[in-house]
């Protein structure tokens, strides 16, 4: 078993993700809202360093939060659920598309399994 993560910065791309997971067979994905350092930083009320601060005024402080999308599975899913990403998402190699990685799962409950 893996814990596959897909961290995006638009959260415009979540919900057709869901459907291209769903209809490739992966059920069980979790999303949460999630920030990156640079918005974290702009909003806290911590002085950053200098180079950060000098970036405050490219930063949109209305800008949504991004989406980390969490699914427990089976290792040969893995590259199903990168497809998918790749699919919907796009070339992760260019920007602001997101990141993707999986970790083992060594121990869990309550995961139904196929």
Not at 58 to 79: R, T
Request: charged share 15%; proline share 10%; with cysteine.
């Amino acid at each position: 078993m893996q814990l596959f993560v897909y961290i995006s910065p638009n959260p415009q791309v979540i919900s057709p993700l869901m459907n291209e997971l769903m209809a490739r067979g992966i059920p069980g994905a979790t999303t949460v809202d999630c920030r990156g350092m640079l918005s974290s930083i702009d909003s806290s009320e911590i002085e950053p360093p200098p180079i950060f601060g000098s970036l405050r005024q490219f930063l949109n402080p209305e800008h949504q939060a991004g989406k980390m999308v969490f699914i427990v599975m089976n290792d040969e899913d893995i590259p199903v659920a990168r497809d998918c990403v790749h699919h919907v998402c796009g070339n992760l190699k260019l920007p602001n598309t997101g990141v993707l990685f999986s970790v083992p799962v060594m121990n869990w409950e309550g995961v139904s399994h196929k």
